[in-house]
């Protein structure tokens, strides 16, 4: 009985305003980031493209995307796993955003003509495993900074900023080894809609593992949480009151 209570309540917070428009925003969100991929991935060939360029594009594109649909977007898989697993979102809501920007890396690489150069590829000379621990890493300082960002109070405008000065320094660190995943979004959208998976397994699993390694940093060394208080206060509130969801601080 409690089961069915349970999913119902999920369901009616899954269906409510508020977390359809905050998944309308990551899917915008997510497509206006990564808009800028194909501008230096090789698709448009104006212009010579470098690594630097790669650096200040995505970085700047981050940051334009958070300020233009709101400071409080994920716009990536990995923050919103970290957000979950640390007790600041709800799981159903983190799996509902991270759909949301799955989709919106889909309609962004839809945006341009396919080719196999918008992927994310492990460089020759690479091994899966070393690019496997670049992700990871650059993924790790990446939500670092996001959580850190979450908590500190900073003047409007900081936050998206900041976090694109992490996405640049995330690629100036990668950009010539694995092309800087970084974030599944980006990683998912080109290779679903170029049907090129090749590799595919090295974008998702080092930024879980980032992601997951710098929530366990964040909450129990640097910034340590009561999280076994966090659990049972929300057990017990839950017990009383059915309808209490105050799991996001």
């Known amino acids: 009985m409690f089961v069915f209570r ?41 212009s010579p493209v470098c690594p630097l360029q790669v650096v200040l594009v995505f970085g700047l594109s981050v940051s334009m995307a958070a300020l233009s649909v709101g400071g409080a977007v994920h716009l990536n898989p990995a923050v919103s796993l970290a957000m979950a697993l640390t007790l600041r979102l709800r799981l159903w809501r983190a799996v509902l955003y991270m759909v949301g920007q799955l989709l919106g890396g889909v309609a962004s690489a839809l945006s341009f003509p396919s080719d196999s150069t918008a992927c994310v590829q492990v460089s020759s000379g690479v091994r899966l495993h070393q690019a496997f621990t670049v992700e ?51 990683s998912f959208g080109p290779a679903a809609v170029t ?9 998702w699993a080092g930024p879980i593992l980032g992601a997951c390694v710098a929530a366990l940093l964040n909450d129990l060394l640097l910034r340590p949480r009561m999280f076994a208080g966090t659990v049972i206060n929300y057990a017990l509130n839950s017990r009383t009151n059915v309808n209490n969801w105050n799991l996001v601080l």
Not at 8 to 23: A, G, I, M, P, T
Not at 195 to 203: G, T
């Open 6 to 46: 349970f999913l119902r309540l999920v369901l009616r917070d899954v269906f409510s305003q508020s977390c359809l428009h905050q998944f309308l925003l990551e899917f915008v969100g997510t497509a206006l980031f990564l808009s800028a991929s194909p501008l230096t991935s090789g698709l448009v060939t104006s």
């Open 136 to 186: 990871a890493l650059i993924t790790l300082q990446l939500v670092l900074v996001v959580m850190v960002t979450a908590e500190v109070p900073l003047p409007v405008g900081a936050t998206p900023l900041l976090v694109g000065l992490t996405v640049s320094l995330g690629h100036l660190v990668a950009v010539g080894a694995t092309g800087c995943g970084m974030n599944p979004a980006r």
């Open 195 to 203: 049907l090129n998976f090749k590799d595919h397994w090295v974008f």
